[in-house]
């Protein structure tokens, strides 16, 4: 299978080198390192420097959008099928300093406030068989957007001009449906669901949608536009089912739901309630196909949803996605493309395996990796000049600390 992804990719690259050296920076990414950058990746490689590594994403020609093109056929091709959803959601990276692209102050979910960070928004494809990322595009601010010099410094095209976080999700739904992927469905969370662009988008290409949205907004009824929470206060108690949307970490997740009609319009329309069968807390969904479907397909498509956050804690935790420590635009956007592409591997090797023998689990991702890494990268590991890189790291730490002296005294004086 890593033979089929990396030879599938081949072509993007002009040389043999950056092909090769791709190779060992997925193997690396995939191995069991205490901190993936590209120091400890040609460390594993057996790289004598970094260089190389850095090489590979600042500088070296090579395709990446075709690359990110033949990652999404290699999903599709394994994990396809007509009734799949297209998940949008964002996640974001706590940063030091002001240099890295994209980094101001604002609210990252992964740290649950406003953080200095980074943001970028990513899609998933979720089939019946697995789920992985096939796309992601970095949210530029207004901070940074509107600065030239200071976009021009981090590598930023002239031509990326500031765009919200639903016009990046529109970019790459755009991208991927006009490629012909499969998906009946696209499922994001209040961000994407409050854009009246994206449903339109969807609606004309008659993709079906289940958006989450907050309570403000005023939805059309037959009674005129009302609130989604004051709807739900209304609903007499026998209109709510409880269903599974799904099996989670600790079995299924079972909530109460309740579908309303909305006012007449082209194709067919609905406000879904989640209620949750203990605490009561709600949560609201616009929806949208172009035909009738049951509430029990709703709660499905909400339910896949969470397949993102999945391949977020996946990707990151396994294939080194939020690791990087790189400052400039296009070498961010090649480590987040090959730790997509390790994700990938792993993700259609879990959904591919033959249905295990006796009172087994099916292979995870988790396990996966621990395999690779024990049966096929351990071995590299030893080639390791260890002598060398003691060398390389005192040598390099040598000068930025002189720097840093430097530079400490000149602002002294």
């Given amino acids: 299978m890593l033979d089929e992804l990396l030879g599938r990719v081949a072509g993007r690259f002009g040389r043999v080198e950056p092909r090769r050296r791709v190779r060992a920076f997925v193997l690396g990414l995939l191995a069991d390192l205490p901190r993936k ?9 057996g790289d004598a420097t970094p260089d ?26 394994h994990l396809g099928d007509s009734a799949a959803v297209l998940v949008v959601d964002e ?9 890295t692209v994209g980094t101001q102050r604002q609210y990252t979910g992964t740290a649950g406030r406003v953080e200095n960070a980074q943001v970028a928004v990513y899609l998933a494809y ?27 410094g981090a590598g930023v095209p002239a031509e990326v001009e500031f765009a919200t976080k639903p016009a990046l999700a529109r970019a790459m739904l755009t991208r991927a449906l006009d490629a012909g992927v499969p998906a009946r469905w696209v499922a994001a969370d ?10 339109i988008d969807l609606e004309t290409r008659q993709v079906g949608y289940v958006l989450a949205i907050g309570c403000d907004p005023r939805l059309p009824t037959a009674a005129g536009p009302t609130r989604p929470d ?59 196909s172009p035909v009738p479907v049951p509430l029990g397909e709703l709660v499905r498509v909400a339910g896949r949803r969470w397949t993102i956050e999945e391949s977020f804690q996946a990707a990151k935790g396994l294939a080194g996605l939020d690791e990087h420590q790189l400052r400039r635009w296009l070498a961010w956007r090649r480590w987040t493309l090959l730790a997509m592409l390790a994700h990938a591997l792993l993700a259609v090797i879990a959904a591919t395996e033959h249905p295990p023998p006796g ?24 080639l390791t000049n260890t002598l060398a890189w003691s060398h390389w790291r005192r040598h390099h730490q040598h000068h930025a600390r002189a720097s840093h002296y430097r530079r400490q005294q000149a602002q002294l004086t």
């Avoid at 590209?38 to 490689?45: K, M, P, Q, V």
């Fill in 52 to 77: 190389g590594m850095q090489y590979l994403l600042a500088r070296a020609v090579w395709d990446t959008d075709g690359v990110r093109d033949d990652l999404r056929e290699f999903v599709v091709e």
């Fill in 190 to 199: 209040e961000v994407y669901g409050a854009d009246p662009e994206l449903r």
């Fill in 359 to 382: 009172e087994l689990i099916p292979l995870t991702c988790n396990e996966i990796r621990h395999l690779f890494t024990s049966l096929i990268t351990e071995s590299t590991r030893q």
């Fill in 126 to 152: 979720a089939g019946r068989a697995g789920h992985a990322m096939i796309d992601r595009e970095l949210y530029l601010p207004k901070s940074w957007s509107s600065d030239p010099a200071r976009c021009a």
């Fill in 230 to 288: 004051t709807l739900a206060a209304s609903l007499p108690k026998g209109v709510w089912q409880r269903l599974s949307a799904g099996p989670g970490a600790k079995g299924r997740r079972y909530y109460d739901w309740a579908l309303l009609t909305l006012a007449a319009q082209a194709g067919h329309h609905w406000l879904l309630i989640r209620r949750h069968p203990r605490r009561g807390e709600l949560a609201s969904y616009r929806c949208y």
């Fill in 37 to 45: 950058n590209c120091w400890s990746i040609a460390e594993h490689a």
């Fill in 91 to 99: 996640t974001g990276d706590v940063k030091k300093g002001t240099a």
